[in-house]
Nanobody, 120 residues
Framework: VQLQASGGGLVQAGGSLRLSCVASGSISSGNTMGWYRQAPGSQRELVAS???????NYADSVKGRFTISRGNNKNVVDLLLNTLKPEDTAVYYC???????????????WGQGTQVTVSS
């Protein structure tokens, strides 16, 4: 399984960015895809996730500003980041979790990370 993330960059406070992640390989259709972030000196934290049924979960700090969605290709997940703040600066990582239907084992994979920098 591979996750390819794109869309990070430098933006001023109040601006917007869109992150996109494409997952490829053997992935069960019943999966949860999400975005995590890690700022320097901090632990990696969940930003938002979406399961195969479309149910979403957001960190309190991004509710109302970020929107996660899945494309028509269900192995694509986008994160729209609006009203960005300097504290949103971090490396953003794409993630997929699932229980394999072929052996009932749980799997988790990470993308390579994409830098989001918000200037004040």
């Amino acid at each position: 399984v591979q996750l390819q993330a794109s869309g990070g960059g430098l933006v001023q406070a109040g601006g917007s960015l869109r992150l996109s992640c494409v997952a490829s390989g053997s992935i069960s259709s019943g999966n949860t895809m999400g975005w995590y972030r890690q700022a320097p000196g901090s632990q990696r934290e969940l930003v938002a996730s979406i399961d195969s049924g479309g149910s979403t979960n957001y960190a309190d700090s991004v509710k109302g500003r970020f929107t996660i969605s899945r494309g028509n290709n269900k192995n694509v997940v986008d994160l729209l980041l609006n009203t960005l703040k300097p504290e949103d600066t971090a490396v953003y990582y794409c993630n997929v979790k699932f229980m394999a239907t072929w052996n009932l084992k749980r799997y988790e994979y990470w993308g390579q990370g994409t830098q989001v920098t918000v200037s004040s």
